[in-house]
T-cell receptor, first 111, second 114 residues
Framework: GNSVTQMEGPVTLSEEAFLTINCTYT??????LFWYVQYPGEGLQLLLK?????DKGSNKGFEATYRKETTSFHLEKGSVQVSDSAVYFC??????????FGRGTSLIVHP | KAGVTQTPRYLIKTRGQQVTLSCSPI?????VSWYQQTPGQGLQFLFE???????NKGNFPGRFSGRQFSNSRSEMNVSTLELGDSALYLC?????????????FGSGTQLSVL
């Protein structure tokens, strides 16, 4: 079956530091890949997505590139802010109607 | 346009009771899916409905059930509650059945089983 593996958190950074959250996946066929963000007390919100190999999703300074050769979709941001503190989920859909999520990575940004 | 609405926001139940959670999707969205979120297991898929039909079901016991109404609103029911059912239950809607569509999540129902 499909699976998503994310780096374990928490990831703790100072403001303006560079962020990378690793995500790798296992899936049959050609899945679509997503990053969702969850702020405290809220549901998940879509951050960005990519639907085919070599696509780059981007939003609010965050980027991720769909790498089929390494089955990865790492999330990056050049300069994080305190307001980016949240839990980030990598997810995929493909081959079935069941979205598969990683376990989430908590990001804590200090001023 | 209103977002996905889940009610109630918080619930406290005791073991052995049953509970019904409600989800109103974004207007026009026909797909509704449910997830259980816990610190230990992360986000796990429960089931998904499209046009009142359950299309997929996750690996949960039969105590977990759901349904979707003609207006796309959905309910999930958990019978004979166990302590391990304590979790945040999230509902998400999607405008179509295409696999690459994003999901729109509600804020969830926090269920505590005592």
């Amino acid at each position: 079956g499909n699976s998503v593996t994310q780096m374990e958190g928490p990831v703790t950074l100072s403001e303006e530091a560079f962020l990378t959250i690793n995500c790798t996946y296992t899936a049959t066929g050609y899945p679509s890949l997503f990053w969702y963000v969850q702020y405290p007390g809220e549901g998940l919100q879509l951050l960005l997505k990519a639907t085919k190999a070599d696509d780059k999703g981007s939003n609010k300074g965050f980027e991720a590139t769909y790498r089929k050769e390494t089955t990865s979709f790492h999330l990056e941001k050049g300069s994080v802010q305190v307001s980016d503190s949240a839990v980030y989920f990598c997810a995929l859909t493909g081959g079935s109607y069941i979205p598969t999520f990683g376990r989430g990575t908590s990001l804590i940004v200090h001023p | 346009k209103a977002g996905v609405t889940q009610t109630p926001r918080y619930l406290i139940k005791t073991r052995g009771q049953q509970v019904t959670l409600s989800c109103s999707p974004i207007s026009g969205h026909r797909s509704v899916s449910w997830y259980q979120q816990t610190p230990g297991q992360g986000l796990q898929f429960l089931f998904e409905y499209f046009s009142e039909t359950q299309r997929n079901k996750g690996n949960f016991p039969g105590r977990f059930s759901g349904r979707q109404f003609s207006n796309s609103r959905s309910e999930m029911n958990v019978s004979t509650l166990e302590l391990g059912d304590s979790a945040l239950y999230l509902c998400a809607s999607s405008p179509s059945d295409r696999l690459n569509e994003k999901l729109f999540f509600g804020s969830g129902t926090q269920l505590s089983v005592l």
